[in-house]
């Protein structure tokens, strides 16, 4: 297994992720905030589009904690993942920050999307050069 992390914002604002490439799929845990948790687990599968057979998109299962609400969060994650790198991906999400404000999820968000092009990022480095076929040197 592989594994990549990463992180964007300070203090309560501070997004992880960490990400484990195990063979061909992906499992994801993003936590932040003043208490990180498991809050929401996604799993989703690639699928031939719906809209376009052209296309690769995701269907996705999702487990909520009661009374949490990162299953948004941790579903879309999973769902553009496993539909990009079209793989099973697995994305568990524990963001909070006691009496949060419109402008402390504002923060939380875009450190989150920051994350996100990261995992990105790093996966299509990281799987680019998984597929590269591997040559003889003399």
């Known amino acids: 297994m592989k594994h990549l992390s990463y992180e964007s914002g300070e203090g309560i604002y501070r997004i992880e992720a960490d990400v484990l490439i195990c063979g061909s799929d992906i499992s994801i845990a993003i936590c932040g905030g003043d208490t990180p948790h498991i809050g929401a687990v996604a799993l989703a599968s690639p699928r031939t589009s719906l809209a376009d057979k052209e296309k690769t998109s995701a269907s996705a299962s999702v487990i909520c904690v009661t009374g949490h609400k990162e299953d948004e969060l941790a579903r879309a994650a999973a769902l553009k993942l496993a539909a990009r790198f079209s793989c099973q991906t697995a994305v568990a999400a524990g963001i909070h920050i006691d009496d949060a404000s419109e402008d402390d999820i504002k923060v939380l968000w875009k450190n989150y999307e920051t994350v996100m092009v990261m995992i990105m990022e790093g996966l ?12 003889n040197v003399i």
Do not use: A, G, W, Y
């Open 124 to 135: 299509d480095v990281h799987l680019r050069k998984r597929q590269q076929p591997k040559t």
